[in-house]
C-alpha cells in the first residue's frame, strides 16, 4: 500500500524564520510531488510541484526531492503569521490515473 | 493557477433527502475530476474518481448507490449524495485536472454538509 508520511505537528516557529516541512514516501517509483496548504475549513491550496530530483524556488517557497532517500521537503523562509496552516504533501505515482496520496499534513504555527 | 468552484459552498439538509453538489472548472478543461471527504482534522480521504463521458470509479468502502457522480462535460461534475443520514456529515471536496499524466489537481473550495 502507497504510503505518504508526515510529522503532525505542531511545528512552531518564530515569525521571520525558515519554517522546514518534511515527507517521506514508500511507493519508490512515484514521479510526481505536490505541496497543499490547507487553512482549517478550507480547501488545499496548491503551493508548489516538484518532478525532479533537487530544488525549486517559488518565492519564499522552496521544495526539496530526493528520489533515492524517498523523501520531499518544503522550506518556508521569513515566515509570516498568514503562514499558519496545515501543509499536505501528496504523491502520484505512474499508472494510477493521477490519483494522489496524501499525507496527514503538518500543522505550522509561526507566532509573533 | 486553474480555478475549479463548488455549489453550494454550505447546505444542511433533512435525513432521507438527497443533496447535489456541483464542481466546475471555470478557465480549463478537466477531463478528470476527482471527489473526496474530509472529516475535521483529519486527512482528505479520496471518494471517487470522475472521468469525462464515463462512470466513476470508485474507492473502496465508498457505495457507488449512495455517492452519484456524473461527469457528463469537461467542465462540469456533479456529487449526489442520496438518502443522506447524520453521518454523512461532512467535509466534500471535488478537485480538476487536465488528465495529462502527472497533471495537478486543482480544488474547489469545498461544500460542507450537514445531515440533520
Known amino acids: 500500500q502507497k504510503e505518504v508520511e508526515q510529522n503532525s505537528g505542531p511545528l512552531s516557529v518564530p515569525e521571520g524564520a525558515i519554517a522546514s516541512l518534511n515527507c517521506t514516501y514508500s511507493?519508490?517509483?512515484?514521479?510526481?510531488f505536490f505541496w497543499y496548504r490547507q487553512y482549517s475549513g478550507k480547501s488545499p491550496e496548491l503551493i508548489m510541484s516538484?518532478?525532479?530530483?533537487g530544488d525549486k524556488e517559488d518565492g519564499r517557497f522552496t521544495a526539496q526531492l530526493n528520489k533515492a532517500s524517498q523523501y520531499v521537503s518544503l522550506l518556508i523562509r521569513d515566515s509570516q503569521p498568514s503562514d499558519s496552516a496545515t501543509y499536505l504533501c501528496?504523491?502520484?505515482?505512474?499508472?494510477?490515473?493521477?490519483?494522489?496520496?496524501f499525507g496527514t499534513g503538518t500543522q505550522l504555527k509561526v507566532e509573533l | 493557477g486553474a480555478v475549479v468552484s463548488q455549489h453550494p459552498s454550505r447546505v444542511i439538509c433533512k435525513s432521507g433527502t438527497s443533496v447535489k453538489i456541483e464542481c466546475r472548472s471555470l478557465d480549463f478543461q478537466a477531463t478528470t475530476m476527482f471527489w473526496y471527504r474530509q472529516f475535521p482534522k483529519k486527512s482528505l480521504m479520496l471518494m471517487a474518481t470522475?472521468?469525462?463521458?464515463?462512470?466513476?470509479?470508485?474507492e473502496q468502502g465508498v457505495e457507488k448507490d449512495k455517492f452519484l457522480i456524473n461527469h457528463a462535460s469537461l467542465t462540469l461534475s456533479t456529487l449526489t449524495v442520496t438518502s443522506a443520514h447524520p453521518e454523512d456529515s461532512s467535509f466534500y471536496i471535488c478537485?480538476?485536472?487536465?488528465?495529462?499524466?502527472?497533471?495537478?489537481?486543482?480544488f474547489g473550495p469545498g461544500t460542507r454538509l450537514t445531515v440533520l
Open positions: 478537485s480538476a485536472s487536465s488528465g495529462n499524466s502527472g497533471d495537478t489537481q486543482y
Open positions: 470522475s472521468n469525462e463521458g464515463s462512470k466513476a470509479t470508485y
Open positions: 501528496a504523491v502520484m505515482s505512474p499508472g494510477g490515473g493521477n490519483k494522489l496520496t
Open positions: 511507493d519508490r517509483v512515484s514521479q510526481s
Open positions: 516538484i518532478y525532479s530530483n
